[in-house]
C-alpha cells in the first residue's frame, strides 16, 4: 500500500507541473507586450519625423512655358533664411540656345536679351549668379560683332537668396518675386519674342521658401 501510494503522489505532481508550464506558456507576459507596445510607439515616431523631414527638405518647384522656352524654378538648400533658386531654362525645339546672363540688357546691336534671374520683395540676393554652361561667342546675320550665347539646349542659373524682414518669432516672413528674363534664337531660324522680368511670386518665413 505504501508503494502505491507514493507512485499515485507523483503522478500528481508531475500532472500539476506540467499543467502549471502549460499556463505559464499561454499567460500574456506583460514585459513583452509593454516592449512589443514600446518599440511600435518608437518606430512610428521615427517614420513621423523622416516624413516631416523628407517634407521639409524636399525642394519646392513650379514652371512656366512661355516664347519658345519652358522655365523650371526651384529652390535648394533653404536653411537659416538662406539658400538658393535654380532656374533651368529649356529651349521647347531643337537648334534654339539662350543668351549669356553678360549680354547687354539691349542686346548687341538690338539683339538678343541676357538669361537673368532677379529677387524683390521678400528676398534679396547673397552672391553673384553661377551658370552651368560655357559661354560661346558666334556670329549671327545681321550682326557685326560675336554675341555671347550658351549652347544649344538647356542651361541651369543658380542663384544665391536670403529672407529679409523680421515676423513673429524674429521668423523671416512675408512674399517675394523672382524676376524671370531670357530669349531663345535659332541662328538660321531667328529669335523668339523675348521674356522680360516676368514675374513668378514666392512664400517667404524663417523655415521655408515655397511657391503658393
Not at 180 to 192: L, M, R
Request: hydrophobic letters at 35%; proline letters at 7%; one cysteine or more.
Amino acid at each position: 500500500m505504501a508503494r502505491t501510494t507514493t507512485r499515485t503522489r507523483t503522478r500528481t505532481r508531475t500532472r500539476t507541473r506540467t499543467s502549471t508550464r502549460t499556463r505559464a506558456a499561454f499567460a500574456p507576459r506583460g514585459g513583452r507586450l509593454a516592449g512589443a507596445a514600446l518599440a511600435l510607439f518608437v518606430t512610428a515616431g521615427l517614420t513621423s519625423c523622416s516624413a516631416a523631414k523628407a517634407e521639409q527638405s524636399a525642394p519646392a518647384v513650379t514652371r512656366f512655358t512661355q516664347n519658345g522656352v519652358t522655365v523650371t524654378l526651384a529652390v535648394a538648400g533653404w536653411k537659416d533664411d538662406k539658400g538658393s533658386l535654380k532656374a533651368t531654362f529649356t529651349p521647347t525645339e531643337a537648334g534654339y540656345h539662350l543668351y549669356s546672363t553678360d549680354l547687354p540688357a539691349d542686346g548687341v546691336e538690338g539683339v538678343g536679351r541676357p538669361t537673368s534671374v532677379t529677387v524683390a520683395g521678400g528676398l534679396s540676393a547673397d552672391g553673384p549668379a553661377s551658370v552651368d554652361a560655357e559661354v560661346l561667342r558666334i556670329n549671327l546675320p545681321g550682326v557685326e560683332s560675336k554675341v555671347p550665347v550658351y549652347p544649344d539646349g538647356p542651361v541651369t542659373l543658380t542663384l544665391p537668396v536670403r529672407a529679409e524682414g523680421e515676423g513673429e518669432g524674429g521668423a523671416s516672413t512675408g512674399t517675394a518675386k523672382a524676376l524671370i528674363s531670357y530669349a531663345s534664337c535659332n541662328a538660321e531660324e531667328g529669335c523668339n519674342i523675348p521674356v522680360l522680368d516676368r514675374p513668378v511670386i514666392l512664400n517667404v518665413t524663417g523655415k521655408t521658401l515655397t511657391f503658393p
